[in-house]
Structures are given as C-alpha cells and as structure tokens.
C-alpha cells in the first residue's frame, strides 16, 4: 500500500508539474513559445547549432570532389566513389540515427548535439589526410556519418523537449529557416575560405589551401562543439532522472523489449498505412526529394571541378579556385531562391497537396532535363536550370511533408509513418547517388540529374493521375466525402 501510495503521489507530482510546463509558457521573439524551463537565448542558440551543422555538411559534401580530384587525384572515376561513398556513408546514418535515438534517454540532447559537432570537427580536420578513398577515406566518412546523424537527430530531439507538442509548428518552420540558411551561408562564405588564405602559398592553384580550409573550418566547429553544450537547452526530463533509484532503471532496462517491439510495431503500421494513396505518394516523393539534395551539394561541384579540367584551366592535383567560385555563385544563389519559393508551397498544400506536388514536380523537370543535357555547366543558362531544380527540391520536400501530416492517421502511429518517410529519403539516396556516380562516369556528366528529372516527372504524374482520381470519385460517383480541395 505504501509503495503504491508513493507511486500514485510522485505519478501526480509529474503530472503536475508537466502541467505547471504547460502554463508556465515563455515566447522567442513574442511568437514561438518554449516551455518553462527554456530560456529564449538558449533557444536562439539551439537554432545557431542546427544553422552551423548545416552549413558544415554543405561544405563538407562541395568540398569532397577537390579532396578526390586535388588531393588523392582521382580522375575518370570520381563519379563512381562520389556516389559509392555516398551510399555507404548514408547506410552508416540510418543506424546511428537509431543509435543516438536511443542514447538521448540517457544523456542530455545538448551533450549529444555537442558530441555529433565534435566528431564532424576532427573528421573535417583530417579528411584531407587520407592518403587513400578505400579504406581510409571510407573510413573518415563513416565515422563523420556518425556525428551528421546525431546533429539531425538531435533537431527533432530537441524540438520536442522545448517547444509545447500542441504549438510547434512555429518552431519548426525556424529550425527549417535556420537549415537553408546554413546552406546559403555555406555557399558564399566556406567555399571561399581556401581561396581567401591563398596568400599563405605561392599560387592559388596550390592544394594545400584546400587543407587549409578544412582545417579552419574543423577547428571552429569543434570549438562550436564545447561552447554551445553551455548555451544549449537542458534536458529536464534528464535533470530529474538522476534523482531515481536503481530500481526504476531495472525497470527501464526490463521494459525495453516491449519498447522495441512498440518500433517494430509502428515501423509496420506506417508501411500499412501506403495504403492511403496520398501516403504512398508522400513516400515516393521523399525518395526523390532526399535524393535532390545529395545529387546538388555532390554532383554539381563535381561537375564543374571536372569541367573546368578538361577545358584546361585546372589539373588533376591542383586546387581550382575557378570550379569553386562557380560552385559558390549556382548552390548560392539557388538555394536563396528555392527557400524564398519553399514558404509558398506550405500554402499551397493548405489548398491542394496533389497540386501544389504537381507544380513541384514540373518545376523540377524543368531544371533537370535540360541541366542534365547542357555543356557549360557554368553558364547562366545552368544557373537558371539549377535554381529550378532546387525550388523542384524544396517543394517536394514541403508537399510530401504535407502528405503524411494528415489528420485520420492515429496519433500512436505517426512516428511509424514518419519513420518510413525518413526511410524513403535514405533509400533514395543510397540508390540515386550510386546509381548516379556510374553513370556520371560511364555516360555523362548529367546523368545524376536526368535521373532525377525523370523521378520528378513521374511524382508529378502520379499527383495528377491520384487527383483526377479523387475528381471521379466526387462527381462522377457522387462520393461527397471525397476532398479534393481544403
């Protein structure tokens, strides 16, 4: 009777102070609202380590073609190992995700968030001293895969852990805000940074400037690492765990078979529930959405290294300062557009996800084909099939998002929905990428980009076909349940 007395009075001390959070309400910026124990600047700097983590794998996924090509001088194959590193490295973050999943019930979200910088710091330092891609360069980015997954993790990690569940759309619009900036930051700031320390060498053709860069930018970002584990929001719930006994961790430890056999359970729910058309779709989208974002912060850097070797203006082994200034100015200036664009398709899914889809779709075919095809890839012509792709990209992204955010799907199986979406994209970018890199090698140099143009054409065919559908089934057979606009 004791024992249970105990437990019903600390099980209402938690519900009431789970309530005094909810009340307790504090506000970012007189909008975003943030549970009582997040103070806004803790939470501003939460935003600085997603902008930061950002921009560090943006210039880690640009900068890897001049490692391959000025560093280990790699030539007719860059292609193939771009996309087989991709692969791997992306099979190694579907596990580590699990992984840090997991271990943030044991450790504070900002000890991981600090941990995951950490980690891409040093393997940005010593990416490029690998005297080899396999297995030492193999092996580089398999353990940077393990810090990149605990960054992203911890965004989700963190989101739930300070902004009230019911109000964190808000939220979640910054922290994808603070994503895109990190990209455009990336783009013009650190892919100059080898460039701007050409004074330290006697040509700006040397290679080790791009030692230099990675070596300024893995430095900052290990000491990003320490700093924001200070001024980072701390984990309540964690706070008040290490006040427990033994007891109640042999009970979590013996509870953990139900608990993975509830993921299995969801993870099933959510390939089930594809049955919903709409759903489907939101998955078929991811794969392709995800797939965009590899094939433009890789490909086209590569591309333009390759190109820029083979008119003559570089070599296999110097750093080219003309293949990253054009790197620069089209990822830029296309991720600028593309998160301008992206609020717009959030609306426009409000109104019609399959449309708002359709035009994604479109618009993405309209970049990819002809960029595919092109012989310049510098040209502005280029520039303006590359910043179509990455609207197309940003688009997908909002829509199918859109998607699988329907209401009829039970609360308890959303994260099994979810789950699957995530999977898709990680599927879409081992096989893309891979598939991608051999043509890119054995073809041409488009070939990573018509596969996508024609994955967007055939999301946008199948929004259509699944649109005309719902149109039939309203008025040619009078099913009024039938939503075709909202």
């Known amino acids: 009777m004791t024992a249970n007395h105990e437990t019903n009075n600390s099980s209402s001390i938690q519900v009431d102070n789970d309530n005094q959070e909810e009340e307790e309400i504090r506000k970012?910026?007189?909008?975003?609202?943030?549970?009582?124990?997040?103070h806004p600047v803790q939470f501003f700097f939460f935003l600085f380590?997603?902008?930061?983590?950002?921009?560090?794998?943006?210039?880690?996924?640009?900068a890897q073609s001049w490692t391959l090509t000025s560093l280990l001088f790699v030539g007719d194959s860059a292609g193939d190992i771009t996309g087989?590193?991709?692969?791997?490295?992306?099979?190694?973050?579907?596990?580590?995700?699990?992984?840090?999943?997991?271990?943030?019930?044991?450790?504070?979200?900002?000890?991981?968030?600090?941990?995951?910088?950490?980690?891409?710091?040093?393997?940005?330092?010593?990416?490029?001293?690998?005297?080899?891609?396999?297995p030492t360069l193999l092996i580089l980015r398999f353990i940077y895969?393990?810090?990149?997954?605990?960054?992203?993790?911890?965004?989700?990690?963190?989101?739930?852990?300070v902004v009230p569940g019911e109000r964190s759309g808000l939220a979640s619009g910054l922290i994808g805000t603070c994503s895109g900036l990190g990209a455009i930051f990336a783009a013009f700031v650190l892919f100059s940074v080898p460039t701007r320390m050409s004074h330290l060498v006697e040509s700006q053709f040397d290679p080790r400037l791009i030692i230099y860069g990675y070596a300024v930018i893995g430095a900052v970002t290990i000491a990003l690492g320490?700093?924001?584990?200070?001024?980072?929001?701390?984990?309540?719930?964690?706070?008040?765990?290490?006040?427990?006994?033994?007891?109640?961790?042999?009970?979590?430890?013996?509870?953990?078979?139900?608990?993975?056999?509830?993921?299995?359970?969801?993870?099933?729910?959510?390939?089930?529930?594809a049955k919903d058309p709409r759903i489907a779709l939101g998955y078929v989208s991811s794969f392709f959405a995800r797939a965009d974002e590899v094939i433009i912060t890789h490909f086209i850097s590569l591309w333009v290294q390759q190109y820029y070797i083979d008119i003559g203006k570089c070599t296999v082994g110097s750093y080219c300062p003309y293949a990253s200034s054009s790197t620069q100015t089209m990822t830029g200036i296309a991720q600028s557009v593309a998160l301008v664009v992206a609020p717009f398709f959030g609306l426009g899914s409000h109104f019609s996800k399959e449309w708002s889809l359709i035009i994604a779709g479109?618009?993405?075919?309209?970049?990819?084909?002809?960029?595919?095809?092109?012989?310049?890839?510098?040209?502005?012509?280029?520039?303006?099939?590359?910043?179509?792709?990455?609207?197309?990209?940003?688009?997908?992204?909002?829509?199918?998002?859109?998607?699988?955010?329907?209401?009829?799907?039970?609360?308890?199986?959303?994260?099994?929905?979810?789950?699957?979406?995530?999977?898709?994209?990680?599927?879409?970018?081992?096989i893309v990428?891979?598939?991608?890199?051999?043509?890119?090698?054995?073809?041409?140099?488009?070939?990573?980009?018509?596969?996508?143009?024609?994955?967007?054409g055939l999301v946008a065919l199948l929004a259509l076909i699944h649109f005309i559908y719902m149109v039939i089934q309203k008025y040619g057979y009078g099913?009024?349940?039938?939503?075709?606009?909202?």
């Open 28 to 38: 970012f910026l007189w909008l975003v609202p943030l549970k009582a124990h997040v």
């Open 49 to 62: 380590s997603v902008f930061a983590s950002l921009a560090v794998i943006v210039y880690f996924s640009a």
């Open 84 to 134: 087989s590193l991709s692969f791997y490295s992306e099979f190694i973050s579907m596990i580590a995700v699990l992984c840090w999943g997991v271990a943030s019930d044991y450790l504070e979200k900002r000890t991981i968030n600090s941990i995951s910088l950490v980690i891409m710091g040093i393997i940005v330092i010593a990416y490029p001293y690998a005297s080899d891609v396999y």
């Open 145 to 161: 895969s393990v810090g990149t997954a605990g960054t992203t993790c911890m965004m989700a990690g963190f989101l739930l852990e």
């Open 226 to 273: 320490f700093i924001l584990w200070f001024i980072t929001p701390k984990n309540i719930r964690h706070i008040a765990s290490i006040t427990k006994n033994n007891s109640s961790n042999i009970a979590a430890m013996s509870g953990w078979k139900t608990k993975s056999v509830e993921v299995l359970d969801n993870l099933r729910h959510g390939v089930m529930a």
């Open 362 to 430: 479109c618009i993405g075919v309209a970049g990819c084909i002809p960029f595919a095809f092109t012989i310049d890839p510098t040209a502005n012509t280029s520039l303006a099939f590359v910043v179509l792709l990455a609207m197309g990209e940003y688009g997908m992204i909002v829509s199918s998002m859109a998607l699988i955010a329907r209401n009829h799907v039970k609360p308890e199986y959303r994260g099994g929905v979810a789950g699957v979406y995530s999977l898709c994209g990680c599927i879409g970018i081992m």
């Open 433 to 456: 990428s891979k598939v991608g890199g051999v043509l890119f090698d054995k073809w041409m140099k488009g070939a990573p980009f018509l596969l996508l143009g024609i994955g967007h």
């Open 479 to 486: 099913h009024k349940n039938v939503k075709i606009f909202y």
